[in-house]
């Protein structure tokens, strides 16, 4: 089992960034790919970024490709996701998730956090 705690959610206005958390515990964190994904108001829940185990490998969703970094300390076990020049559209509750390899698919991930919200004003 692996729980997932994210935060570092809150109110920004366009143009800022925000810089969201999520904090492994249980089983080895390091063993894990880890994906970052959003659902909006009335939306499918969406991918946003994945990391692979080692940190080597990174995706992203062309919606936030130059704009967000994934990034992860295995020494801390987190996994961290930095969010620049944020915009309106990316208003979403943020859930981080843990999973065998970094994938754009939700349903290769075994393990969910509780979700964080973003809000950006316009």
């Known amino acids: 089992q692996v729980q997932l705690v994210e935060s570092g959610g809150g109110l920004v206005q366009a143009g800022g960034s925000l810089r969201l958390s999520c904090a492994a515990s249980?089983?080895?964190?390091?063993?894990?790919?880890m994906g970052w994904f959003r659902q909006a108001p009335g939306k499918e829940r969406e991918f946003v970024a994945a990391i692979s185990w080692n940190g080597v490998s990174r995706y992203y969703a062309d919606s936030v490709k130059g704009r967000f970094t994934i990034s992860r300390d295995n020494v801390k076990n987190t996994v961290y996701l930095q969010m620049n020049s944020l915009k309106p559209e990316d208003t979403a509750v943020y859930y981080c998730?843990?999973?065998?390899?970094?994938?754009?698919?939700?349903?290769?991930?075994?393990?969910w956090g509780q979700g964080t919200q973003v809000t950006v004003s316009s």
């Open positions: 249980g089983r080895s964190f390091s063993n894990y790919a």
């Open positions: 998730a843990a999973g065998p390899r970094g994938s754009y698919y939700s349903k290769v991930y075994s393990y």
